[in-house]
Nanobody, 127 residues
Framework: QVQLVESGGGLVQAGGSLRLSCAAS????????MGWFRQAPGKERKFVAA????????YYTDSLKGRFTISRDNAKNTMYLQMNSMKPEDTASYYC????????????????????WGQGTQVTVSS
């Protein structure tokens, strides 16, 4: 079982940047695919991005391509989400999670494909 803790959220103005971190402990981090999701108030949790266990493959929901970048440092047991050119609609709680199973593909995953959720970190983008 992997335990995950997100950090790096906060308040940022539109057009600004934030980098979220997801620190992992427990099961070897380097052996699992990982992902980021976000949940706006009153809405369901939605897929943001995913990264393969070695970091060589990354996938994004179409609407965020070019603005968000997912990465990982297996030596530090940490995954990141760099968010640039932020917009008020990026306001949400952001969660990291472990992908179930050995496969990872270019698709908008439902949250049921992931587990070991962190507690989330709040991101607020002001206009």
């Amino acid at each position: 079982q992997v335990q995950l803790v997100e950090s790096g959220g906060g308040l940022v103005q539109a057009g600004g940047s934030l980098r979220l971190s997801c620190a992992a402990s427990g099961r070897p981090f380097s052996k699992v695919h990982m992902g980021w999701f976000r949940q706006a108030p009153g809405k369901e949790r939605k897929f943001v991005a995913a990264i393969s266990w070695g970091g060589s493959n990354t996938y994004y929901t179409d609407s965020l391509k070019g603005r968000f970048t997912i990465s990982r440092d297996n030596a530090k047991n940490t995954m990141y989400l760099q968010m640039n050119s932020m917009k008020p609609e990026d306001t949400a709680s952001y969660y990291c999670a472990v992908k179930y199973g050995p496969s990872l593909s270019n698709t908008d995953y439902h949250e049921s494909s992931f587990g070991s959720w962190g507690q989330g970190t709040q991101v607020t983008v002001s206009s």
